[in-house]
């Protein structure tokens, strides 16, 4: 059986009956990929929905651990450690109910 069951790998306590998987990677700003972007924004006047139709980029960034998050690494936080992180909490919170793609107007 494979499961996630552990210690928490932030304070090596128990994990309480509900925890946390975190799954973190780092993306970086395409800088080209930004300038065609915004030059094909500005030729269709500023209408980013024409732009969105004729870029050439799918993304503006490069994520560094590839773009399918079930590969990304992984960590298994406790309830405790995870409400006391005010970022992650907060960041949970803000996200919840929210598209995941944040627009770039
Ligand atoms: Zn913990």
């Known amino acids: 059986m494979k499961t996630r069951v552990k210690p928490c790998e ?52 490069h994520v560094m651990q590839g773009e399918d998050a079930n590969q990304w690494p992984e960590m298994i936080i406790c309830l405790r450690c995870f409400a006391g992180n005010p970022i992650l909490a907060q960041l949970l919170f803000d996200r919840s109910g929210e598209d995941d793609q944040p627009s770039v107007d």
């Open 10 to 61: 932030n304070c090596g306590g128990k994990i309480g009956p509900d925890f946390y998987i975190v799954k973190l990677s780092q993306a970086l700003v395409d800088p080209s990929a930004v300038n065609r972007y915004v030059g094909m924004t500005q030729y269709f006047q500023g209408h980013t929905a024409l732009a969105d139709v004729f870029a050439t980029d799918k993304t503006l960034e």
